[in-house]
């Protein structure tokens, strides 16, 4: 079982940049693959990002890819989004997730066992 809480999120202008943090407990955190979603009021969780076990492959969503960037730190476990040129599109709930498939940054919901609770995150001037 791996427990997991997010953190960073809040209110940003559009243009701003935000770092959110995922600090996981519990569990074999290094050897899980690691994602970040966002869901917007009354729509589906999507995808945004994610990092393999060693941090050596990333996968990020076309709408985010050159704004947004994953990454994680084994040793102390956590990993990070770090959120620039943020847009009024990108507000939502975002979560991170842990995927016993650690080789493998996956964009499918269905490939992550353990979520967090979500930290919110609002654009707007």
């Known amino acids: 079982q791996v427990q997991l809480v997010e953190s960073g999120g809040g209110l940003v202008q559009p243009g701003g940049s935000l770092r959110l943090s995922c600090a996981a407990s519990?569990?074999?955190?290094?050897?899980?693959?690691m994602g970040w979603f966002r869901q917007a009021p009354g729509k589906q969780r999507e995808f945004v990002a994610a990092?393999?076990?060693?941090?050596?492959?990333?996968d990020y969503a076309d709408s985010v890819n050159g704004r947004f960037t994953i990454s994680r730190d084994n040793a102390k476990t956590t990993v990070s989004l770090q959120k620039n040129s943020l847009k009024a599109e990108n507000k939502g709930v975002y979560s991170c997730?842990?995927?016993?498939?650690?080789?493998?940054?996956?964009?499918?919901?269905?490939?992550?066992?353990?979520w967090g609770q979500g930290t919110q995150v609002t654009v707007s001037s």
């Open positions: 990092i393999s076990w060693r941090g050596g492959s990333t």
């Open positions: 519990g569990g074999a955190f290094s050897t899980h693959a």
């Open positions: 997730a842990s995927s016993p498939l650690g080789h493998t940054p996956s964009q499918r919901v269905a490939a992550y066992a353990f």
